[in-house]
């Protein structure tokens, strides 16, 4: 099966003319076609990903072809696609049709990569679970019961359910990598300031960064690979870093891996402690040291987070005002015209981040809430630097529980927002982190996560690959999207 496929044994394909791109395109679409009305991984479909296909099989004849030419890539419908509507999955958004493309998005057509659709998420990227879409409900693959994770459910379904080849996502709390562990793919956050940020719809700017999600580690590091560098477009974009992630040679001999203790407390589900420690004696087998470490104000960063993120959402999210783009509903004045147009705009969740960052950054409690957060993210980054000083990568797990019931817990976001309680922190010391897959319970993906320190994204997926070789990691897909 074609859609089954990872992308280098593909482009190993494609280059050999055994197959061609447009015969790849044509299956995905396919794929899509039976199991979409199950899934509901997409938003948009591209109509013009067959013309685009022509193009890459030009590129493949004329010798030109890089590892990502002719792949059915699904991109995350907070980043801007010029001429392919960009929603955000939010009625503020929902006939929005860029006139440009984000940076990585361009990097990817670049390659010769095709451009299959836009997927779903939580509505602007908030949720953990991909059931806060205006549109529709993303499940997942493996379980149509079960949530698909979030806010970049639609892209790790996709990928997961054979509807795409590999995706990109966005993260800002753990937002690829949580649907990567629910759904048994690969997910990267990379070290902020890696790839650009320039057109992805901003969340909360100090946080968010788009990644790969693919079916191995070779897939995500070539993904990777095309999507980073320097963008002059992005101020927080960082000039000077590699961005080749080769695995060739990959070994963990004489790694020092740390296992942080407060994330293997009470509230782990034993599955998940069980692959950890599975995983961590996988590692010392293949010539790795591993040590428990600590990460003393990692129980912090859950409510440091939520004052941040939100805060800086309430400010990114002020200029959809039905005045410049988006949503405009009539009112009497402009003042009603805005109070309306927000209203019927944004969902429930978007307005409960708006009001708790607003409150936050309001006069007379800025010190009280904002600022302290701050000072709570700073000693969780220090937290990380005194661990790295000892260890070169974390491992740890990437969700507490494999994937959870549709509607099981969006009457509840307290306990929504645990989902991301291994996740969170990373993205608060803008560290790259991993999560691959490790097996199933009871027919769910597990998930586990590495992290690294800052630009240390080759070296993470170098442990991720001798990971996959040690347990024999073969990629599936469900035959069905109900299996």
């Known amino acids: 099966m074609i859609y089954a496929k990872t992308a280098h044994e593909l482009h190993q394909l494609l280059i050999k003319g055994e197959i061609s791109s447009k015969e790849v395109v044509s299956a995905v679409l396919e794929r899509i076609d039976g199991v979409e009305t199950d899934i509901n991984a997409y938003i948009t479909i591209n109509e013009e990903a067959l013309a685009q296909a022509e193009r890459a099989d030009r590129m493949i004849r004329d010798g030109k072809a890089t590892p990502l030419t002719g792949i059915p890539v699904a991109v995350k419908d907070n980043m801007s696609t010029k001429g392919i509507r960009t929603t955000c999955a939010s009625n503020m958004l929902k006939d929005y049709v860029p006139p440009y493309n984000a940076t990585a998005v361009e990097k990817l057509i670049e390659a010769g990569a095709i451009i299959i659709g836009k997927t779903n998420l939580d509505e602007f990227a908030m949720g953990s679970s991909c059931e806060n879409s205006a549109f529709k409900q993303t499940k997942n693959p493996w379980d149509l019961s079960k949530v698909p994770g979030g806010s970049s459910g639609g892209s790790a379904a996709a990928v997961a359910a054979g509807e795409a080849i590999m995706a990109l996502g966005s993260d800002t709390g753990g937002s690829i990598r949580q649907p990567a562990a629910f759904t048994g793919v690969v997910g990267l956050k990379p070290t902020y300031g890696r790839v650009s940020r320039y057109g992805l719809v901003a969340f909360a700017s100090s946080l968010d960064q788009i990644g790969p999600f693919a079916r191995d580690v070779e897939d995500a590091a070539n993904l990777l690979s095309v999507i980073s560098g320097h963008d002059p477009l992005d101020s927080t974009s960082i000039p000077g870093k590699e961005s080749d992630f080769s695995l060739d040679g990959a070994s963990v001999k004489g790694l020092r891996v740390g296992i942080p203790k407060e994330f293997m407390t009470e509230g782990l589900d034993p599955v998940i402690r069980d692959a950890i420690n599975r995983a961590a004696q996988l590692l010392e087998d293949e010539g790795a040291s591993v040590k428990e470490c600590s990460l ?150 597990i998930g586990v996560q590495l992290i690294g320190g800052l630009w240390q994204e080759r070296k993470l997926l170098q442990v991720g690959k001798v990971l996959e070789q040690a347990t024999g990691y073969v990629p599936v897909v469900p035959e069905r999207g109900d299996r």
């Open 296 to 445: 003393p104000h990692s129980e912090y960063a859950l409510s440091a987070y939520y004052i941040i993120a939100p805060a800086e959402a309430s400010s990114n999210l002020a200029r959809f005002d039905g005045v410049r783009y988006g949503l405009r509903v009539s009112g009497d004045n402009h003042t009603d015209m805005f109070i309306r147009s927000r209203q019927e705009g944004f969902g429930p969740e978007v307005k409960r981040r708006i009001m708790l960052g607003t409150y936050a950054l309001s006069a007379g409690y800025y010190d009280a809430y904002y600022k302290k957060a701050l000072q709570v993210r700073n000693l969780i980054k220090q937290d990380f630097d005194h661990v790295f000083a000892d260890f070169d990568v974390i491992l740890s797990p990437t969700t507490p529980s494999v994937a959870f019931g549709l509607g099981e817990k969006v009457d509840d976001p307290l306990s929504m927002y645990l989902s991301d309680v291994y996740t969170i922190p990373v993205n608060m010391a803008g560290l790259p982190g991993l999560s691959l897959p490790f097996g199933f319970n009871n027919g769910l993906p």
